[in-house]
């Protein structure tokens, strides 16, 4: 059983380096009702917590439609506070995206919102909320959204694994309070104390050798960059953040999954029966823990079968030629043990002690949080670059709404689709999209407590 232990000692690290501030602190389908829930999540012998969640279940009911099939969704809010969903990585409708204040209103307690759009690409996502997200998704409201390819790709079992944490008190089973926690929020954000997957500590599958099974991860956590392995079992890559592949690339080294990022993994068992195998987690102390344990019994009358192909390709996943595209930059900067200067904020420019001061930590492009102009207003279907350069000491999962791009490497060629990517410290990264989805569109950290706290910017598609 995995032991339930606080991780202060990573929380408190680099404390010294920061003045504190106070802490401030589918078609037709019944609707999804946010409300609270109380769930084990902790091992037995602990409290149970009481939870958000979408029909009270965490992760959230599975939404499973075709590619270009209609999704109505009704929200119906029976929390105490407003609130609002993000269908994260469709290319949606912008009236459809979910984010309170900039697309729509958030839904007052009691109230309900219609969510009725098409589902252009097949693939892996997941839904969420987008109302005070650092707190809400936190605190359970999250769920996986699956889009089936017109023909399935041939596996023995498609196995949806939502990766999380928790960050619990071990005495009352709850959540940790403060949500907005300055120190959390200036270092790598809210990282909890208890892993899991699908809402379990402890989730298991049994499988047989030879069995193929499609993987899809998605990292709903907070904040934890999760550094995986595959163990008893082999196979590909087929797809990120939703997009196939062109070719499925064997899984050699260690999988990376940012906050929000996914990847579809087509792996064989090559475990004979009783033999270790799982998906398995770097631990802080450099220790690989089994996240999912999967116990191989029986005997598949399978033999080993070749490479799969790769998965269809989604609608427009090409990038033009680049020359002549709009170029824009991105400093990224703040947080603690690097700061900045001065960025503006609210309309006023303000020193860095003045932001933490006022719970803020981080800006782009030297704003920090959502401003009323847009970072960068776009014409319909242009191509655009966009270099972030990150002068913070952390990383940083840099997700953009509506659209799907590509990383501009060195060499001038694309890495693949993706909708969220991890910058590191220091190093230059570049992206590369059309924009060709109209509407205000937001470009922000997924680690909730840096998008909170400054790391949230918007673009706008005339
Ligand atoms: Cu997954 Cu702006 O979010
Ligand atoms: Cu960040």
Redesign the pocket.
Known sequence: MRALTIGRRAVCAGLASLPLARPSLAAGAAPLIARKATVQLAPDGYPASEVWAYDGQLPGPLIRARQGARLTRRLQNDLEVPTSVHWHGIRIDNAMDGVAGLTQDPVAPGGRFDYDFTLPDAGTYWYHAHTSSMEQVARGLSGPLIVEEPEAPDVDRDEILMLGDWLLDPESGGFMEPMAHPMMMSH??RIGNLVGVNGRHDYALTAQKHERLRLRLINSAN?RIFVLRLQGMSGWTVALDGMPLTQPEVVETEIVLAPAQRVDLIVDVTAGEGAPAGLLMLRDDDSWEALVDVTISGRSARTVRGAPAALPANPKMDLPDLDGARTLTMA?EG?AMAGMESAMFEGERLGFRELVERGQF?SLAGQVGRSGTPFASLSRGEPVRLSLTNR?V?????HLHGMHFREVLPDGGFGPMRDTIL?LPQEPLEIAFVADNPGKWLF????L???ASG?TTWIDVA
């Open positions: 790598g954000g904040a990224m947080g981080w913070t952390f990383p940083h999962a840099m910058s922000h950290c997924h680690m407590g840096h998008a790391m």
